[in-house]
Protein backbone atom coordinates (compact mmCIF):
# COMPACT_ATOMS: atom_id res chain seq x y z
CA UNK A 1 0.00 0.00 0.00
CA UNK A 2 2.36 2.24 0.83
CA UNK A 3 5.02 4.34 -1.75
CA UNK A 4 7.56 4.92 0.78
CA UNK A 5 7.32 1.40 2.99
CA UNK A 6 10.90 1.87 4.12
CA UNK A 7 10.14 4.70 5.70
CA UNK A 8 9.80 5.19 9.51
CA UNK A 9 8.13 8.48 11.00
CA UNK A 10 9.12 8.30 14.44
CA UNK A 11 8.15 11.49 16.80
CA UNK A 12 9.80 11.91 20.30
CA UNK A 13 8.07 12.87 22.76
CA UNK A 14 5.31 14.94 20.99
CA UNK A 15 3.49 17.46 23.46
CA UNK A 16 0.32 18.03 21.26
CA UNK A 17 -2.09 15.05 19.92
CA UNK A 18 -3.21 17.66 17.12
CA UNK A 19 0.59 17.36 15.45
CA UNK A 20 0.64 13.81 15.86
CA UNK A 21 -2.64 14.06 13.51
CA UNK A 22 -1.54 16.62 11.38
CA UNK A 23 1.62 14.56 11.18
CA UNK A 24 0.23 11.45 10.44
CA UNK A 25 -2.58 13.27 7.58
CA UNK A 26 0.73 14.74 5.82
CA UNK A 27 1.85 11.10 5.87
CA UNK A 28 -1.06 9.56 4.02
CA UNK A 29 -0.97 12.47 1.72
CA UNK A 30 2.80 11.68 0.59
CA UNK A 31 2.40 7.53 0.91
CA UNK A 32 4.38 7.10 4.49
CA UNK A 33 2.54 4.79 6.59
CA UNK A 34 5.29 3.82 10.00
CA UNK A 35 4.54 5.87 12.08
CA UNK A 36 6.57 5.67 15.32
CA UNK A 37 5.97 7.38 19.00
CA UNK A 38 8.37 7.79 21.77
CA UNK A 39 7.66 8.36 25.29
CA UNK A 40 3.81 7.89 25.38
CA UNK A 41 1.85 5.03 25.37
CA UNK A 42 -1.06 5.72 23.80
CA UNK A 43 -2.82 8.51 21.65
CA UNK A 44 -5.00 11.19 22.67
CA UNK A 45 -8.22 11.53 21.02
CA UNK A 46 -7.75 15.17 19.37
CA UNK A 47 -4.95 12.98 16.71
CA UNK A 48 -8.02 11.68 14.98
CA UNK A 49 -9.20 15.07 14.53
CA UNK A 50 -6.70 16.24 12.80
CA UNK A 51 -5.76 13.04 11.39
CA UNK A 52 -7.97 13.19 8.25
CA UNK A 53 -7.78 10.07 6.10
CA UNK A 54 -4.90 8.74 8.39
CA UNK A 55 -6.51 6.65 10.49
CA UNK A 56 -5.23 3.49 9.62
CA UNK A 57 -1.87 5.29 10.48
CA UNK A 58 -3.10 5.85 13.75
CA UNK A 59 -4.34 2.93 14.52
CA UNK A 60 -0.96 1.13 13.64
CA UNK A 61 1.03 3.64 15.26
CA UNK A 62 3.76 2.24 17.89
CA UNK A 63 4.88 2.93 20.85
CA UNK A 64 9.08 2.67 22.14
CA UNK A 65 10.48 3.99 25.46
CA UNK A 66 13.30 5.19 23.95
CA UNK A 67 14.61 6.78 20.28
CA UNK A 68 17.35 4.31 20.61
CA UNK A 69 14.70 1.25 20.78
CA UNK A 70 12.59 3.02 17.82
CA UNK A 71 15.38 3.16 15.22
CA UNK A 72 16.88 0.16 15.98
CA UNK A 73 15.83 -1.41 12.66
CA UNK A 74 17.35 1.08 10.14
CA UNK A 75 20.16 1.69 8.50
CA UNK A 76 20.03 5.54 8.35
CA UNK A 77 18.89 7.90 10.41
CA UNK A 78 18.22 11.48 9.69
CA UNK A 79 17.34 14.04 12.61
CA UNK A 80 15.62 16.83 12.44
CA UNK A 81 16.87 20.00 14.37
CA UNK A 82 16.00 23.82 14.51
CA UNK A 83 18.67 24.80 16.18
CA UNK A 84 21.33 25.69 13.53
CA UNK A 85 24.48 25.17 15.72
CA UNK A 86 28.29 24.93 14.19
CA UNK A 87 29.74 22.29 16.37
CA UNK A 88 28.41 19.43 14.08
CA UNK A 89 27.65 18.99 10.11
CA UNK A 90 24.13 20.01 9.55
CA UNK A 91 22.47 19.78 6.05
CA UNK A 92 19.41 21.25 4.69
CA UNK A 93 16.00 19.19 4.26
CA UNK A 94 16.43 19.34 0.18
CA UNK A 95 20.33 18.08 1.19
CA UNK A 96 19.03 15.48 3.41
CA UNK A 97 16.63 14.10 0.54
CA UNK A 98 19.36 13.79 -1.87
CA UNK A 99 21.59 12.12 0.69
CA UNK A 100 18.57 9.07 1.01
CA UNK A 101 18.61 8.71 -2.67
CA UNK A 102 22.53 7.92 -2.58
CA UNK A 103 21.29 4.95 -0.33
CA UNK A 104 20.53 1.42 -1.69
CA UNK A 105 17.12 1.70 -2.29
CA UNK A 106 17.32 -1.68 0.72
CA UNK A 107 18.00 1.00 2.98
CA UNK A 108 15.60 1.38 6.23
CA UNK A 109 14.89 4.85 7.15
CA UNK A 110 14.19 6.53 10.20
CA UNK A 111 12.87 10.20 10.18
CA UNK A 112 12.86 11.47 13.73
CA UNK A 113 11.75 14.36 14.72
CA UNK A 114 11.67 15.97 18.52
CA UNK A 115 9.35 17.82 21.09
CA UNK A 116 7.33 21.16 19.62
CA UNK A 117 9.45 23.23 22.38
CA UNK A 118 12.87 21.38 23.17
CA UNK A 119 13.30 19.38 19.81
CA UNK A 120 15.81 16.38 20.21
CA UNK A 121 18.27 16.12 22.98
CA UNK A 122 22.23 16.06 21.90
CA UNK A 123 21.95 12.29 23.30
CA UNK A 124 19.40 11.62 20.25
CA UNK A 125 20.73 14.10 18.20
CA UNK A 126 24.25 11.91 18.42
CA UNK A 127 22.38 8.86 16.98
CA UNK A 128 21.35 10.70 13.45
CA UNK A 129 23.53 9.29 10.72
CA UNK A 130 22.48 12.87 9.14
CA UNK A 131 21.04 15.57 11.04
CA UNK A 132 18.94 18.07 9.04
CA UNK A 133 17.06 21.24 9.26
CA UNK A 134 14.38 22.87 7.47
CA UNK A 135 15.44 26.30 6.04
CA UNK A 136 13.57 29.05 7.27
CA UNK A 137 13.41 32.82 7.18
CA UNK A 138 15.08 34.40 10.45
CA UNK A 139 15.60 32.55 13.23
CA UNK A 140 12.43 32.06 15.21
CA UNK A 141 10.04 30.99 15.08
CA UNK A 142 10.19 27.18 13.98
CA UNK A 143 7.69 25.09 11.95
CA UNK A 144 5.12 23.71 13.70
CA UNK A 145 5.76 19.70 14.28
CA UNK A 146 2.97 18.91 11.79
CA UNK A 147 3.61 21.19 8.99
CA UNK A 148 7.40 20.09 9.74
CA UNK A 149 6.90 16.57 9.22
CA UNK A 150 4.77 17.33 5.86
CA UNK A 151 7.26 19.47 4.56
CA UNK A 152 10.47 17.21 4.84
CA UNK A 153 8.03 13.66 3.34
CA UNK A 154 6.78 15.96 0.72
CA UNK A 155 10.67 16.95 -0.25
CA UNK A 156 11.59 12.99 -0.10
CA UNK A 157 8.75 12.02 -2.35
CA UNK A 158 8.71 14.44 -4.52
CA UNK A 159 12.54 15.71 -4.68
CA UNK A 160 12.93 16.67 -8.29
CA UNK A 161 16.62 17.46 -9.70
CA UNK A 162 19.34 15.23 -10.78
CA UNK A 163 19.69 11.54 -9.36
CA UNK A 164 22.46 11.15 -6.96
CA UNK A 165 25.98 11.45 -7.90
CA UNK A 166 27.18 9.69 -5.36
CA UNK A 167 26.27 5.65 -4.66
CA UNK A 168 26.86 4.67 -1.14
CA UNK A 169 26.57 1.18 -0.02
CA UNK A 170 23.73 -0.35 2.71
CA UNK A 171 25.09 0.60 6.33
CA UNK A 172 24.25 -1.84 9.12
CA UNK A 173 20.91 -1.13 10.95
CA UNK A 174 21.06 1.21 13.87
CA UNK A 175 21.74 -0.97 16.87
CA UNK A 176 24.68 -2.63 15.19
CA UNK A 177 26.06 0.96 14.35
CA UNK A 178 25.24 1.74 17.94
CA UNK A 179 27.28 -1.85 18.90
CA UNK A 180 30.28 -1.06 16.81
CA UNK A 181 30.72 2.02 18.89
CA UNK A 182 30.66 0.65 21.73
CA UNK A 183 33.43 -2.14 21.00
CA UNK A 184 35.45 0.45 19.83
CA UNK A 185 35.12 2.95 22.91
CA UNK A 186 35.68 -0.87 24.79
CA UNK A 187 38.70 -1.46 22.73
CA UNK A 188 40.12 2.25 23.24
CA UNK A 189 39.54 1.65 26.76
CA UNK A 190 41.74 -1.52 26.81
CA UNK A 191 44.68 0.06 25.10
CA UNK A 192 44.79 3.01 27.75
CA UNK A 193 43.26 6.07 26.21
CA UNK A 194 40.53 6.46 28.40
CA UNK A 195 40.48 7.67 31.84
CA UNK A 196 37.40 8.77 34.57
CA UNK A 197 37.93 12.09 33.21
CA UNK A 198 37.56 12.02 29.59
CA UNK A 199 35.73 8.38 28.90
CA UNK A 200 32.31 9.80 28.97
CA UNK A 201 33.44 12.28 26.51
CA UNK A 202 35.77 10.24 24.45
CA UNK A 203 32.91 7.53 24.02
CA UNK A 204 30.03 10.21 23.13
CA UNK A 205 32.25 11.24 20.64
CA UNK A 206 33.05 7.89 19.20
CA UNK A 207 29.49 7.26 18.72
CA UNK A 208 29.48 10.77 17.18
CA UNK A 209 31.61 9.49 14.28
CA UNK A 210 30.13 6.34 14.06
CA UNK A 211 26.46 7.38 13.48
CA UNK A 212 28.20 10.11 10.94
CA UNK A 213 30.11 7.44 9.06
CA UNK A 214 26.68 5.30 8.95
CA UNK A 215 28.97 2.37 8.67
CA UNK A 216 28.53 -0.60 6.29
CA UNK A 217 29.57 -3.96 7.94
CA UNK A 218 32.80 -3.97 5.95
CA UNK A 219 33.83 -0.62 7.32
CA UNK A 220 32.65 -2.06 11.28
CA UNK A 221 35.08 -5.32 10.29
CA UNK A 222 37.95 -3.66 8.84
CA UNK A 223 37.77 -0.77 12.00
CA UNK A 224 37.50 -3.68 14.53
CA UNK A 225 39.59 -5.91 13.27
CA UNK A 226 43.07 -3.29 12.53
CA UNK A 227 42.05 -2.07 16.42
CA UNK A 228 41.92 -5.88 17.90
CA UNK A 229 45.31 -6.42 16.14
CA UNK A 230 46.39 -3.57 17.93
CA UNK A 231 44.95 -4.89 21.19
CA UNK A 232 46.19 -8.68 20.35
CA UNK A 233 49.70 -7.77 19.07
CA UNK A 234 52.86 -7.22 20.87
CA UNK A 235 52.62 -3.78 21.86
CA UNK A 236 55.55 -1.32 22.59
CA UNK A 237 55.01 0.79 25.33
CA UNK A 238 57.27 4.15 24.07
CA UNK A 239 58.36 6.23 26.96
CA UNK A 240 56.12 9.66 27.08
CA UNK A 241 57.96 11.83 25.63
CA UNK A 242 59.04 14.73 28.38
CA UNK A 243 56.88 17.80 28.69
CA UNK A 244 58.07 20.94 26.46
CA UNK A 245 58.80 23.25 28.55
CA UNK A 246 60.40 25.70 26.32
CA UNK A 247 58.79 26.90 22.89
CA UNK A 248 56.87 24.90 19.90
CA UNK A 249 58.82 24.21 17.20
CA UNK A 250 56.91 25.69 13.83
CA UNK B 1 10.77 43.30 7.75
CA UNK B 2 9.31 40.56 4.82
CA UNK B 3 11.23 38.97 2.98
CA UNK B 4 8.01 38.71 0.43
CA UNK B 5 6.99 41.58 0.56
CA UNK B 6 5.33 41.68 -3.15
CA UNK B 7 3.14 38.92 -2.22
CA UNK B 8 -0.34 38.54 -0.61
CA UNK B 9 -1.96 35.18 0.81
CA UNK B 10 -5.56 35.05 0.21
CA UNK B 11 -7.92 32.58 2.40
CA UNK B 12 -10.81 32.32 0.80
CA UNK B 13 -13.75 31.39 2.95
CA UNK B 14 -11.66 29.58 5.93
CA UNK B 15 -13.56 27.06 8.34
CA UNK B 16 -11.09 26.78 10.43
CA UNK B 17 -9.48 29.61 12.79
CA UNK B 18 -6.80 26.96 13.82
CA UNK B 19 -5.51 26.66 9.78
CA UNK B 20 -5.56 30.51 9.64
CA UNK B 21 -3.39 30.32 12.87
CA UNK B 22 -1.27 27.52 11.23
CA UNK B 23 -1.09 29.30 7.83
CA UNK B 24 0.28 32.87 9.44
CA UNK B 25 2.95 30.51 11.54
CA UNK B 26 3.55 29.33 7.85
CA UNK B 27 4.00 32.79 6.85
CA UNK B 28 6.29 33.98 9.50
CA UNK B 29 8.60 31.02 8.94
CA UNK B 30 9.18 31.80 5.12
CA UNK B 31 8.85 35.43 5.15
CA UNK B 32 5.66 36.43 3.98
CA UNK B 33 3.50 39.09 5.57
CA UNK B 34 0.17 40.13 3.91
CA UNK B 35 -2.85 38.11 4.74
CA UNK B 36 -6.02 38.45 3.18
CA UNK B 37 -8.86 37.09 4.25
CA UNK B 38 -12.36 36.84 1.83
CA UNK B 39 -15.87 35.74 3.05
CA UNK B 40 -15.18 36.76 7.05
CA UNK B 41 -15.00 39.67 8.87
CA UNK B 42 -13.07 39.20 11.81
CA UNK B 43 -10.23 36.36 13.02
CA UNK B 44 -11.54 33.82 15.96
CA UNK B 45 -9.70 33.67 19.21
CA UNK B 46 -8.17 30.28 17.80
CA UNK B 47 -6.34 31.83 15.28
CA UNK B 48 -3.99 33.12 17.90
CA UNK B 49 -3.12 29.75 19.38
CA UNK B 50 -1.70 28.00 16.65
CA UNK B 51 -0.28 31.35 14.99
CA UNK B 52 2.59 31.21 16.88
CA UNK B 53 5.34 33.92 16.39
CA UNK B 54 2.42 34.99 13.93
CA UNK B 55 0.77 37.83 16.10
CA UNK B 56 1.78 40.83 13.91
CA UNK B 57 0.61 39.03 10.58
CA UNK B 58 -3.48 38.08 12.03
CA UNK B 59 -3.25 41.54 13.57
CA UNK B 60 -2.75 43.07 9.98
CA UNK B 61 -5.00 40.71 8.12
CA UNK B 62 -7.14 42.25 5.98
CA UNK B 63 -11.16 41.27 5.39
CA UNK B 64 -12.57 41.54 2.05
CA UNK B 65 -15.68 40.75 0.19
CA UNK B 66 -15.01 38.69 -2.71
CA UNK B 67 -11.90 37.44 -4.05
CA UNK B 68 -12.21 40.02 -6.94
CA UNK B 69 -11.68 42.50 -4.16
CA UNK B 70 -9.07 40.90 -2.72
CA UNK B 71 -6.75 40.22 -5.64
CA UNK B 72 -7.56 43.24 -7.58
CA UNK B 73 -4.14 45.21 -6.86
CA UNK B 74 -2.23 42.15 -7.72
CA UNK B 75 -0.80 41.57 -11.18
CA UNK B 76 0.05 37.96 -11.11
CA UNK B 77 -2.82 35.78 -9.17
CA UNK B 78 -2.08 32.02 -8.00
CA UNK B 79 -4.86 29.60 -7.66
CA UNK B 80 -4.15 26.38 -5.58
CA UNK B 81 -6.60 23.32 -6.33
CA UNK B 82 -7.04 19.72 -5.25
CA UNK B 83 -8.92 18.64 -8.41
CA UNK B 84 -6.67 17.53 -11.12
CA UNK B 85 -8.95 18.48 -13.94
CA UNK B 86 -7.87 17.94 -17.37
CA UNK B 87 -10.06 21.04 -19.07
CA UNK B 88 -7.83 23.55 -18.11
CA UNK B 89 -3.97 24.31 -17.55
CA UNK B 90 -2.62 23.13 -14.18
CA UNK B 91 1.00 23.07 -12.71
CA UNK B 92 2.66 21.35 -9.71
CA UNK B 93 3.69 23.88 -7.14
CA UNK B 94 7.06 23.53 -8.28
CA UNK B 95 6.40 24.78 -11.88
CA UNK B 96 3.94 27.39 -9.83
CA UNK B 97 6.81 29.03 -8.59
CA UNK B 98 9.03 29.10 -11.13
CA UNK B 99 6.67 30.47 -13.28
CA UNK B 100 6.62 33.22 -10.62
CA UNK B 101 10.26 33.56 -10.95
CA UNK B 102 9.87 34.29 -14.99
CA UNK B 103 7.57 37.74 -14.13
CA UNK B 104 9.82 41.09 -13.03
CA UNK B 105 10.32 41.26 -9.49
CA UNK B 106 7.77 44.12 -9.57
CA UNK B 107 5.23 42.16 -9.85
CA UNK B 108 2.54 41.81 -7.13
CA UNK B 109 1.23 38.07 -6.69
CA UNK B 110 -1.49 36.67 -4.83
CA UNK B 111 -1.73 33.23 -3.73
CA UNK B 112 -5.05 32.06 -3.24
CA UNK B 113 -6.52 28.79 -1.59
CA UNK B 114 -10.00 27.87 -1.03
CA UNK B 115 -12.21 26.42 1.75
CA UNK B 116 -10.73 23.26 3.39
CA UNK B 117 -13.46 20.75 2.04
CA UNK B 118 -15.09 22.92 -0.39
CA UNK B 119 -11.50 24.78 -2.09
CA UNK B 120 -12.42 27.54 -4.96
CA UNK B 121 -15.25 27.38 -6.72
CA UNK B 122 -14.81 27.60 -10.65
CA UNK B 123 -15.48 30.96 -11.08
CA UNK B 124 -12.61 31.82 -8.51
CA UNK B 125 -10.11 29.36 -10.07
CA UNK B 126 -10.82 30.93 -13.87
CA UNK B 127 -9.84 34.53 -11.97
CA UNK B 128 -6.60 32.68 -11.75
CA UNK B 129 -3.30 33.55 -14.07
CA UNK B 130 -2.01 30.29 -13.07
CA UNK B 131 -3.68 27.25 -11.34
CA UNK B 132 -1.70 24.92 -9.41
CA UNK B 133 -1.85 21.74 -7.56
CA UNK B 134 0.44 19.93 -4.70
CA UNK B 135 1.48 16.77 -5.53
CA UNK B 136 0.33 14.36 -3.16
CA UNK B 137 0.33 10.45 -3.33
CA UNK B 138 -3.01 9.12 -4.72
CA UNK B 139 -6.10 11.49 -5.44
CA UNK B 140 -7.15 11.72 -1.40
CA UNK B 141 -7.14 13.50 1.40
CA UNK B 142 -5.51 16.88 0.08
CA UNK B 143 -3.47 18.43 2.79
CA UNK B 144 -4.49 20.77 5.61
CA UNK B 145 -5.04 24.14 4.84
CA UNK B 146 -2.12 25.49 6.95
CA UNK B 147 0.16 22.87 5.87
CA UNK B 148 -0.84 23.49 1.81
CA UNK B 149 -0.26 26.98 2.74
CA UNK B 150 3.30 26.61 4.23
CA UNK B 151 5.01 23.92 1.49
CA UNK B 152 3.56 26.55 -0.84
CA UNK B 153 5.73 29.68 0.88
CA UNK B 154 8.51 27.23 1.83
CA UNK B 155 8.48 26.08 -2.30
CA UNK B 156 8.65 29.81 -3.34
CA UNK B 157 11.00 31.02 -1.30
CA UNK B 158 13.79 28.10 -0.65
CA UNK B 159 13.20 27.18 -5.08
CA UNK B 160 15.93 25.35 -5.76
CA UNK B 161 17.13 24.54 -9.45
CA UNK B 162 18.35 26.59 -12.47
CA UNK B 163 16.93 30.23 -12.60
CA UNK B 164 13.72 30.91 -14.78
CA UNK B 165 14.51 30.47 -18.55
CA UNK B 166 11.64 32.79 -19.59
CA UNK B 167 11.60 36.19 -18.87
CA UNK B 168 7.97 37.58 -19.11
CA UNK B 169 6.93 41.18 -19.13
CA UNK B 170 4.61 42.75 -16.20
CA UNK B 171 0.90 42.26 -16.61
CA UNK B 172 -2.14 44.33 -15.62
CA UNK B 173 -3.46 44.23 -11.97
CA UNK B 174 -5.90 42.07 -11.85
CA UNK B 175 -9.08 44.50 -12.00
CA UNK B 176 -7.28 45.85 -15.10
CA UNK B 177 -7.11 42.66 -16.78
CA UNK B 178 -10.50 41.41 -15.51
CA UNK B 179 -11.83 44.70 -17.01
CA UNK B 180 -9.80 44.61 -20.46
CA UNK B 181 -11.60 40.81 -20.49
CA UNK B 182 -15.09 42.77 -19.93
CA UNK B 183 -14.50 45.25 -22.70
CA UNK B 184 -13.43 42.45 -25.02
CA UNK B 185 -16.41 40.48 -24.71
CA UNK B 186 -19.05 43.47 -24.73
CA UNK B 187 -16.61 43.90 -27.88
CA UNK B 188 -17.58 40.62 -29.37
CA UNK B 189 -21.35 41.54 -28.32
CA UNK B 190 -21.66 44.43 -30.70
CA UNK B 191 -20.30 42.56 -33.59
CA UNK B 192 -22.98 39.80 -32.92
CA UNK B 193 -21.19 37.06 -31.52
CA UNK B 194 -23.32 35.91 -28.48
CA UNK B 195 -26.78 35.78 -28.12
CA UNK B 196 -28.42 34.87 -25.12
CA UNK B 197 -28.26 31.34 -24.65
CA UNK B 198 -24.19 31.34 -25.60
CA UNK B 199 -23.29 34.61 -23.88
CA UNK B 200 -22.30 33.25 -20.33
CA UNK B 201 -20.28 30.87 -21.41
CA UNK B 202 -18.64 33.18 -24.05
CA UNK B 203 -17.91 35.60 -21.18
CA UNK B 204 -16.73 32.91 -19.06
CA UNK B 205 -14.41 31.92 -21.58
CA UNK B 206 -13.04 35.41 -22.67
CA UNK B 207 -12.38 36.24 -19.06
CA UNK B 208 -10.41 32.51 -18.67
CA UNK B 209 -8.35 33.24 -21.45
CA UNK B 210 -7.61 36.55 -20.83
CA UNK B 211 -6.69 35.76 -16.68
CA UNK B 212 -4.31 32.49 -18.26
CA UNK B 213 -2.38 34.99 -20.60
CA UNK B 214 -1.75 37.51 -17.97
CA UNK B 215 -2.18 40.50 -20.56
CA UNK B 216 0.45 43.30 -19.74
CA UNK B 217 -0.76 46.78 -20.79
CA UNK B 218 0.92 46.57 -24.01
CA UNK B 219 -0.96 42.81 -25.20
CA UNK B 220 -4.80 44.81 -23.99
CA UNK B 221 -4.05 47.88 -25.91
CA UNK B 222 -3.36 45.84 -29.41
CA UNK B 223 -6.09 43.04 -28.58
CA UNK B 224 -8.45 45.84 -28.70
CA UNK B 225 -7.45 48.23 -30.79
CA UNK B 226 -7.78 45.86 -33.28
CA UNK B 227 -11.11 44.45 -32.56
CA UNK B 228 -12.20 48.26 -32.81
CA UNK B 229 -11.07 48.31 -36.23
CA UNK B 230 -13.45 45.53 -36.64
CA UNK B 231 -16.27 47.21 -34.93
CA UNK B 232 -15.61 50.72 -36.80
CA UNK B 233 -14.57 49.54 -39.93
CA UNK B 234 -16.45 48.45 -42.65
CA UNK B 235 -17.52 45.09 -42.22
CA UNK B 236 -18.80 43.01 -44.82
CA UNK B 237 -20.93 40.08 -43.84
CA UNK B 238 -20.12 36.96 -45.69
CA UNK B 239 -22.90 34.06 -46.68
CA UNK B 240 -23.04 31.04 -44.10
CA UNK B 241 -21.38 28.21 -45.95
CA UNK B 242 -24.35 25.72 -47.15
CA UNK B 243 -24.16 22.70 -44.48
CA UNK B 244 -22.30 19.96 -45.33
CA UNK B 245 -24.51 16.93 -45.92
CA UNK B 246 -22.29 14.53 -47.62
CA UNK B 247 -18.88 13.03 -46.04
CA UNK B 248 -16.00 15.39 -45.01
CA UNK B 249 -12.98 15.28 -47.26
CA UNK B 250 -9.77 14.06 -45.73
Same mark, same amino acid.
Given at each position: MSTNARFAVVLVRPDSPENIGLAARGMANTGFADLRLVGLDRLEAPAWRTGIHAESILEGARFFKSLEEAVADREIVLGSTARVRHDYPLVSLAEAAERIGEYPDAARVGLVFGNERTGLTQEELGRANVRFHIPQVGRQPSYNLGVAVTLTLHAITFRSGPAAALRRDLPLDHAAQAEAGRRFSAMLDSLGFMHDTNRAFIVEKVQDIFFRMALTAKDRDVILAMFRKALEGPRERR *?? *? *?????KELP
Open positions: *PR *P *PKKAG
